[in-house]
Nanobody, 115 residues
């Protein structure tokens, strides 16, 4: 059984910052590529950023220069530093492998950017 725990979300004003963390544990091997995804109200879930086992990073255009993905020291952990947040970043954020593994979706963590 696999457990996915995302944390660090909250309410922040535009221009503010948040740091999300995620740990995938249980009966799971090392995940080579890990990603952060988000789902805004009424929209499909989308990939935001991913990091390879060699720590190469990739970002979608809408977050480039504002978000930073990094791997933790522990196996299957990943963080997302989000700066200069915008109202359009409001969403539930999830971590997963990349490509996403269907059984690895957790509950996500809510990020709300609002004044």
């Amino acid at each position: 059984q696999v457990q996915v725990a995302e944390s660090g979300g909250g309410l922040v004003q535009p221009g503010g910052s948040l740091r999300l963390s995620c740990a995938v544990s249980g009966s799971v091997l090392s995940i080579n590529n890990m990603g952060w995804y988000r789902q805004a109200p009424g929209k499909q879930r989308e990939l935001v950023a991913w990091i390879t086992s060699g720590e190469r990073t990739y970002y979608v255009d809408s977050v480039k220069g504002r978000f930073t993905i990094s791997r933790g020291n522990a196996k299957n952990t990943v963080s997302l530093q989000m700066d200069s947040l915008k109202t359009e970043d409001t969403a539930v954020y999830y971590c997963n492998g990349f490509p996403a593994i269907p059984s690895y979706w957790g509950q996500g963590t809510q990020v709300t950017v609002s004044s």
